[in-house]
């Protein structure tokens, strides 16, 4: 199995060859509190609805990250939509938070400074209250 450190840091060296950058999400249940088999499916729907050549991978116990190959800035809203809204449909009962940052220029300069960004707003996401 590939690490996401893995994944990102091959990433790092297309994107200096390519100049296309990408970005990071960190999606974990509210609390991080969830049964494996939850965070399993939490993984598969969030797989199923990005593209093929996003990387999405189990991060710790209760987490999950995901790649976005070539999507930075105003880009990642749309997957993240998409995710939401299918994670709303697959897993009404699991409340998700979700963090992204992109890397790159004008972005955050190394992978594991948007990881830390991107968990900032994970726990950020978390203290808002859902809307009624």
């Known amino acids: ?13 297309r994107a200096l060859r390519s100049d296309r950058w990408f970005s990071l999400l960190r999606i ?9 088999g939850e965070v399993e499916a939490l993984a598969g729907t969030v797989r199923a609805h990005l593209r093929r050549t996003d990387a999405v991978v189990r991060v710790r116990e209760r987490e999950v990250g995901a ?6 800035g105003d880009a990642v809203q749309v997957p993240i939509a998409r995710v939401r809204e299918a994670l709303a449909r697959h897993l009404p009962e699991l409340e998700v938070r979700i963090g992204w940052a992109s890397v790159g220029p004008g972005q955050r300069a190394t992978w594991q400074e948007a990881w830390r960004w991107a968990g900032q707003l994970l726990v950020a996401d978390a203290a808002v209250p859902a809307a009624a």
Not at 28 to 36: N, R, S, V
């Open 1 to 13: 199995m590939t690490t996401l450190q893995e994944i990102a840091a091959l990433e790092v060296q």
């Open 28 to 36: 974990a249940p509210l609390g991080w509190a969830a049964l494996d």
């Open 67 to 72: 790649v976005l190959i070539e999507a930075v």
